[in-house]
T-cell receptor, first 114, second 116 residues
Framework: DTGVSQDPRHKITKRGQNVTFRCDPI?????LYWYRQTLGQGPEFLTY????????KSRLLSDRFSAERPKGSFSTLEIQRTEQGDSAMYLC????????????FGPGTRLTVL | AQKVTQAQTEISVVEKEDVTLDCVYE???????LFWYKQPPSGELVFLIR??????QNEISGRYSWNFQKSTSSFNFTITASQVVDSAVYFC?????????????FGKGTKLSVKP
């Protein structure tokens, strides 16, 4: 399978714990995006990397959230001191070339904060 | 303001019926891109089509067709002879050429149920 992969697919955690998600983009894709999707809503943009540089962060990305993309390959999204409001599906996408090219999405990581 | 509105929250049709999913967008940019994605029950968003603001030609791909009208800021999606496998949530999205390089702005989606 050469698509975008995400790990884990599901994560249940207690409020206050830290969690980390991983995304492996399509191998030649230079752009990588993180989105959050809650029930009944469309995905909402969180942050974006071009190669290893984090070029944009949404105001949705509070200081408890941090993302990295070392060496411009896989990316991690960490949430510290999780809150119940963080419960959502976290989607990763990647694309190649200009920013207006289509983004290809992974299956997502569903986070449940108890 | 940049915004995508999908006014139809849920649509239910019987197999073989035609169905149109509406999408209305707002943007101040003259250059922009519009997308449709399908999200089946498995959850993974699947890219369907991209159109740029300078190309208003309608497009047909098999049973799928798209009608882009700048005059009404609409980019509607029609499925002809629907099938049960078309059941999914469909999202329309907007990307401006300038400004944010990463941000796809999604509508809230339309849930399509095709019954046998």
């Amino acid at each position: 399978d050469t698509g975008v992969s995400q790990d884990p697919r599901h994560k249940i955690t207690k409020r206050g714990q830290n969690v980390t998600f991983r995304c492996d983009p399509i191998s030649e894709h230079n752009r990588l995006y993180w989105y959050r999707q809650t029930l009944g809503q469309g995905p909402e943009f969180l942050t974006y990397f071009q190669n290893e540089a984090q070029l944009e962060k949404s105001r949705l990305l509070s200081d408890r959230f941090s993302a990295e993309r070392p060496k411009g390959s896989f990316s991690t999204l960490e949430i510290q001191r999780t809150e119940q409001g963080d419960s959502a599906m976290y989607l990763c996408a990647s694309s190649l070339g200009p920013s207006y090219n289509e983004q290809f999405f992974g299956p997502g990581t569903r986070l449940t904060v108890l | 303001a940049q915004k995508v509105t999908q006014a139809q929250t849920e649509i239910s049709v019987v197999e073989k019926e035609d169905v149109t999913l509406d999408c209305v967008y707002e943007t101040r940019d003259t250059t922009y891109y519009l997308f449709w994605y399908k999200q089946p029950p498995s959850g993974e968003l699947v890219f369907l089509i991209r159109r740029n603001s300078f190309d208003e030609q309608n497009e047909i791909s098999g049973r799928y067709s798209w009608n882009f009208q700048k005059s009404t800021s609409s980019f509607n999606f029609t499925i002809t002879a629907s099938q049960v496998v078309d059941s999914a949530v469909y999202f329309c999205a907007l990307k401006n050429y300038g400004g944010s390089q990463g941000n796809l702005i999604f509508g809230k989606g339309t849930k399509l149920s095709v019954k046998p």
